[in-house]
């Protein structure tokens, strides 16, 4: 199970923390990643991270969004930064490659110009 938290509504330039906390069977597979699902967008990832720290991200938020993980928590991280109107959307945490059954609600990122 994958409990996503920390969205809300924050002006252009603001930041937010989201949070995943994640069952110990989930988070010891490996590889999470942060999604998002834009209005009439497809869900695209955000970022990703390994078992080791590495991590990717989307051209869209690189030098804006860190990744991380508290492996001691089970939990991963999304800092936010900088933030512009076009990131708003629905927040999902899953492993990477997705797993169908993993997808939560998801939490809402509301950015106003």
């Known amino acids: 199970q994958l409990v996503e938290s920390g969205g809300g509504l924050v002006q252009a330039g603001g930041s937010l923390r989201l949070s995943c906390a994640a069952s110990?069977?989930?988070?010891?597979?490996?590889?999470m990643g942060w999604y998002r699902q834009a209005p009439g967008k497809q869900r695209e990832l955000v970022a990703a991270i390994t078992s080791s720290s590495s991590t990717i991200y989307a051209d869209s938020v690189k030098g804006r969004f860190t990744i991380s993980r508290d492996n001691a928590k089970n939990t991963v991280y999304l800092q936010m930064n900088s933030l512009k109107p076009e990131d708003t959307a629905v927040y999902y945490c899953?492993?990477?490659?997705?797993?169908?059954?993993?997808w939560g609600k998801g939490i809402l990122v509301t950015v106003s110009s």
């Open positions: 899953n492993l990477r490659p997705p797993i169908m059954d993993y």
């Open positions: 110990g069977g989930i988070f010891s597979i490996g590889a």
